[in-house]
């Protein structure tokens, strides 16, 4: 068998038939062994232009380019490749296309595929030790294997939304993400959350997109709604169970177990109680797995009447999202409400009087029944992106990553 049916068969460099191959060990060329293969263009290949596809005839030159190709065997390889530019007639003078390397990438698509293969799974820093590539050089093949996969986002046949924002870096600044609740597809992710910073989403959508929304998931969010209520006519507002049940965390739960610990103080058994409960208190109770958590939730909820009323009423809320007639629900919430206000429980008071206007955006979810988790479960992925691609500065690159992280199931 020829050299070159070797290369052929294992799917190597098309167009291309192998020269000198050199090998250096450990030490020679650097801390890792390497190879070096020279990679000749074959003479009667038919050409085609990078610039349109089309076919030419002419080679303008041939330079020698370095390109990284994945590690064969335990040698980081390089190849080395006689580069042809043609003269096409269209475009001038071009780089001839390759079917296994972009026009100016220094690493074969396979390579690149790898790489954001790995990236998918593993920090920036991992996958750069791995191959031994620079951070910046894995940064910017990630991204352009991610803007090459995704292509631009598909926004059509969308007749429900869900929006959110998330920090971008730690409280200062914020960017929103928009996602087709039903398939879980990221549609737009903008820099900022104010009104004037989603609407290009909406000039994107046209207003025949706009039109056919008829229901957007938020929090309650007065930017958000209002320039959804300028958009999309048909759009009913629906409010999210996630950030109703954290806002609940924050103005209920947090002060009244403040309050109550504090009143504990000196009572040491209560005090060690009251010790980490924040978690138990915030958790969903069907999380909780240990029989240790669960007595000690229960511990604590025993040793306090208004904690226990506060977490009740928190169990109860929750199930507004429940229900599948808008009459039920409505009088759920109404007995709800009499609780909260008779609980003598000042925050608590204050939470159900403030939520009280939201009501309907919280009863529209029976008629549309989007994934209350979707929000929080989206939240908690861009916190773990973040972590993993720490150190980015890079807008388009973090909003390509959790593009990807959705890309819609079909
Ligand atoms: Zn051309």
């Known amino acids: 068998m020829s050299g070159s049916e070797i290369t052929r068969l294992l799917g190597g460099w098309e167009g291309y038939r192998v020269g000198t191959v050199q090998r250096f060990e450990a030490g020679e060329k650097g801390p890792q062994a390497e190879i070096w293969i020279e990679l000749l263009p074959l003479k009667r290949r038919r050409m085609r232009c990078s610039g349109c596809g089309e076919l030419v005839s002419k080679v303008h030159d041939i330079k020698e380019r370095w390109i990284r190709e994945l590690p064969l065997l335990d040698a980081k390889t390089w190849l080395l490749v006689w580069r042809r530019r043609v003269r096409c007639p269209g475009c001038g003078t071009k780089l001839e296309e390759l079917p296994w390397v972009g026009r100016y990438s220094r690493v074969t698509k396979r390579l690149a595929e790898s790489v954001g293969r790995l990236c998918q799974v593993a920090s920036i820093k991992h996958v750069a030790t791995f191959f031994s590539m620079s951070w910046w050089s894995v940064k910017a093949v990630d991204k352009q294997y991610l803007a090459e996969k995704l292509g631009p986002p598909d926004i059509g046949n969308v007749n429900a939304i869900a929006m959110d924002e998330f920090a971008i870096q730690k409280g200062h600044r914020y960017a929103t993400v928009i996602v087709e609740p039903y398939i879980k597809r990221v549609l737009w992710v903008g820099r900022g959350r104010s009104r004037e910073s989603i609407r290009p989403f909406f000039e994107l959508l046209g ?156 009863l529209a979810h029976c008629r549309h029944r989007l ?40």
Not at 226 to 232: H, S
Not at 265 to 280: C, H, I, M, P, Y
Not at 292 to 312: E, F
Not at 375 to 389: F, P, S, W
């Open 207 to 362: 207003p025949t997109g706009c039109q056919a929304i008829k229901a957007v998931a938020m929090d309650m969010n007065g930017a958000y709604e209002a320039e959804v209520r300028a958009w999309c006519p048909d759009a009913e507002i629906v409010y999210d169970l996630f950030h109703v049940v954290m806002k609940y965390g924050r103005e209920v739960i947090d002060p009244v177990r403040r309050a109550e610990a504090k009143r504990a103080e000196g009572d040491s058994r209560t005090r060690k109680v009251f010790k980490g409960a924040r978690w138990l208190l915030l958790r969903n109770k069907r999380n909780i797995e240990s029989v240790d958590d669960r007595i000690r939730l229960y511990d604590l909820l025993d040793a306090n009447r208004n904690l226990m009323k506060v977490y009740v009423l928190k169990e109860d809320l929750k199930q507004l999202w429940d229900f599948h007639y808008p009459k039920a629900a409505k009088r759920f919430w109404k007995d709800w409400y009499r609780r909260a206000m008779q609980s003598g429980i000042e925050p608590l008071r204050r939470f159900a009087k403030r939520l009280k206007p939201y009501v309907p955006g919280i």
């Open 371 to 410: 994934h209350t988790s979707l929000l929080e479960g989206i939240n908690n992925k861009i916190k773990v992106i973040k972590r993993m691609a720490y150190g980015f500065r890079d807008d388009a690159y973090f909003f390509l990553k959790i593009r990807a992280a959705f890309p819609g199931i079909p």
